[in-house]
């Protein structure tokens, strides 16, 4: 593990050293043996067990497996039922500096005169050799054990991992975040002296004896590394000379993605981000397999920049689950969107939101352009959430062209306290409450008693007016937005018998855009919500009134 909890910190522990094996535990530290052969039975207080799973935890100098260092490491192996059968912990020189104490607790003084790790490196291929290993986030610990070894001298053969982060997808589909500790709360397991690497792979050894358990025993991708783990064959030595810390060479690593240096200038919408949950980003379109990349880009994002360290170790992780440009690419955008989705769900996105989304987009290298299309989906995903359910209008039904989740409305005149009422009502059910008239606006409300521009403009482009009282009438029989289907027409009562109120007519007594519409739907013909009537509608109606 210490993958994602490397980042978020904690307070300075105390030293692990061998005293902290449990009691009954054979195995010494690493910077001693461990077990010399993995088919050796072991008797912990009990009956004779055999090593059937190897599970492993490091705690390193940074996040990157090529350039930085081991400085603990802990195999936890247990039988073939999830028990305990031997511990073993130790620290590593790492020929330079141990990276962030405050985060993994490590000091200098600690390490000065533990082994080098390719010291002890016979002892923790005989730990592992021939068992499938077990580690949260695994890729990310065996990229470090893969690179360690290799630069001991070691031909590594390849490693087949089991990873309880991945397998948390079957075991707890719900959770919304996958850290060791989210997933260990989850499941009922103690998780004591976190970021250090006996404490944390204790937890992940139960938190896979629980898997197991859920299972009745190994699911098929454990069964499959149990295979490849009793196939590969493991060096008995190193065939090269270690390569010193100046040989460990940072060339190779994945060319960072370039992210903007610009940095969001509002705070409120990036605060999200410690609400956003990975479920609502891979329900966007994210690939499932870009979930590492996207808890340390969540990470990165909180502060609303991402420094030069960070944008190594998201290259990094990019290398390690083999993500493509087009991964990269789905999950910024499915990112972006889940924040757009929780910008509009109050109704309204402020300037200062689309600014951030901007901010954000930029940040990510996604096209400005994408931000008014997010904003798009998640305002027609709020639209289809709040139309669903919506009963059919009453029939008769005697007010025009009834009102759709997603119309745009303006007020002028009205009552204040009435009209903050429906303002606020509107705003809930997903009409949106705009400050001025447009060609978008689908009616204006009014009680008559102020004449303005809004009043005016109305008249110029034709749009509907209706009294307040109406409007309620309209909002109790609110109908599903225009893109979720259109409701079968109900019988429309006479024109000519629909006094003003209802919004037949406007103030100056002319019928209507929203009449000649609901009359013409109800006579079959075929019109919009919006837009110019046809002249044939416009003439028929004139007949029948």
Known sequence: MGFFDWLRGRSTRQEQTASSVAPGAPAPPLSGRVPQATSTPTR???????????VVDVETTGLSPRRDRIIELAIVRLDAAGVVVDE????????????ATHIHGITQADVDGKPRF????PSIVAGIAGLPVVAHNAKFDLA????????AGWDVPWVDGYCTLEASWSYLPEMDRRRLVDCCWASGVALDDAHSALGDARATAGLFRSYLRANGGPDRAMVQAQDSARSTNWPSSPTRTPLSPSDRSWDQRPAPIRFSRSRPTMPPLMKQLTALTLLEVIDEGAPVGTTAYLELLFDALEDGDISETESDALAEVRADYDLTAADVTAAHEALLLALAHRAVDDGHVSHE???????????????DGTVK???NRADAARHARLSAGLGPLPDPWPHGVPLRVGDRIAFTGCEERQRERLERRAEELGVRVSGAVSGRTTMLITDGSFS???LA??????????HPDVFEVLLRHLQPASAIGMMPAPSVTAPTAISSRSGAQDEIGRPSPSAIRAWAVAQGYEVGVRGRLPREVLDAYAKAV
């Open 44 to 54: 912990v207080g009990g009956p004779i067990r055999t090593p059937t799973y190897a």
């Open 88 to 99: 073993s912990v130790g620290r590593f020189d790492p020929e330079g500096p141990v990276g």
């Open 118 to 121: 390719a010291d002890v490196a």
């Open 144 to 151: 470090f054990l893969r690179n360690e070894l290799e630069a």
């Open 353 to 367: 939101e689309r600014r951030e989304l901007r901010s954000v987009a930029s940040l990510l290298g996604v096209p």
């Open 373 to 375: 299309a997010v904003l």
């Open 452 to 454: 303005g521009g809004k």
């Open 457 to 466: 403009r109305s008249l110029e482009l034709g749009t509907r007016t209706v």
